[in-house]
């Protein structure tokens, strides 16, 4: 198993992502528990998933610079060029 060295760094923005998520799931249990109104769960529902997503793309996008693509190479390289594609179709597909 291999160390995220480069998250230690963002680990304490990460974890507070989290504790937001955390936060928005008890929320909607609680507003499930009361029987809120369905607008009002769903749009909580949507808000929750884009938080989720949005921490989800961070990490993959850590993942790709960090562990698929060499961290050192060119910045202009194709590999490089390859791997800022491939970011932005990951954030575009979690958007």
Do not use: W
């Not at 109104?37 to 749009?43: E, H, P, R, T």
């Not at 190479?73 to 800022?84: F, V």
Request: contains cysteine; aromatic residues 2%; hydrophobic residues 40%.
């Amino acid at each position: 198993m291999t160390t995220m060295t480069h998250t230690v760094r963002e680990r304490a923005k990460l974890l507070n992502r989290v504790k937001r998520i955390r936060g928005q799931l008890n929320g909607i249990e609680k507003l499930l528990e009361t029987e809120s109104d369905c607008g009002v769960v769903l749009q909580t529902l949507a808000a929750t998933r884009g938080a989720l997503n949005g921490l989800m793309a961070e990490i993959l996008e850590d993942h790709i610079r960090f562990h698929v693509v060499d961290p050192d190479i060119e910045p202009d390289s194709e590999q490089s060029q390859a791997a800022e594609q491939l970011i932005d179709l990951v954030r575009s597909y979690l958007k």
